[in-house]
């Protein structure tokens, strides 16, 4: 069988569990979609298994599967840089200098931040500004914003529940 004949399969599964209300199976479904997509490494592939996994722990969460969640949550921490997109070609470091730019920061603040140099800094912010398109610091923090690039890509905030003795 070929990948695409095996995508074309998972695609329907999750067609048919969604339409049928199949929770388990389509948190199950998405989970083994996410996995197979990753072993092509191809960045729309890791986007859309990202999405799959948040899809599934969310069911799993909620119909109380918890060895689903944490096989989910220790994958996450395993392989996370399989699963984070790099947009516009931008290396981790040009992300982090992105996001410390869309804080605010100034090349010096960065610099302390990364334990880098400021002409380093000064190299970050150029290239970031040349990928992205964007010709000031500004612009590229509102393309951050845009593209969700500010906090981590595929993990879903964390909720803890509200102590009873706070609800008191």
């Known amino acids: 069988m070929s990948p695409a004949v095996g995508l074309e399969h998972f695609e329907r599964a999750l067609t ?14 998405c989970h083994d979609y996410a996995l197979t997509l990753l072993e092509s490494d191809a960045r729309r592939d890791r986007m859309k298994a990202a999405a799959l996994l948040d899809e599934s722990r969310q069911i799993a969460l909620s119909l ?10 220790e994958f996450r921490a ?17 992300l982090d ?12 603040e960065i610099a302390q931040s990364l334990f880098i140099s400021t002409h380093t800094v000064a190299v970050h912010v150029a290239r970031v500004l040349e990928k992205t398109g964007t010709s000031n610091r ?18 879903p905030p964390a909720r803890s529940p509200t102590p009873a003795s706070e609800n008191s």
């Open 97 to 108: 200098v992105l996001r410390l730019i869309s804080e605010g920061r100034t090349n010096k």
């Open 78 to 94: 395993r392989y996370q840089a399989r699963l984070v997109a790099k947009p516009a070609g931008l290396t981790t470091r040009e």
């Open 64 to 73: 109380g599967l918890q060895p689903l969640a944490s096989r989910i949550d």
């Open 16 to 29: 048919f569990c969604r339409a049928s209300g199949f929770r388990p199976e389509l948190a199950w479904s």
């Open 138 to 155: 500004t612009e590229a923090a509102a393309y951050a914003t845009r593209r969700h690039l500010l906090e981590p890509i595929g993990v």
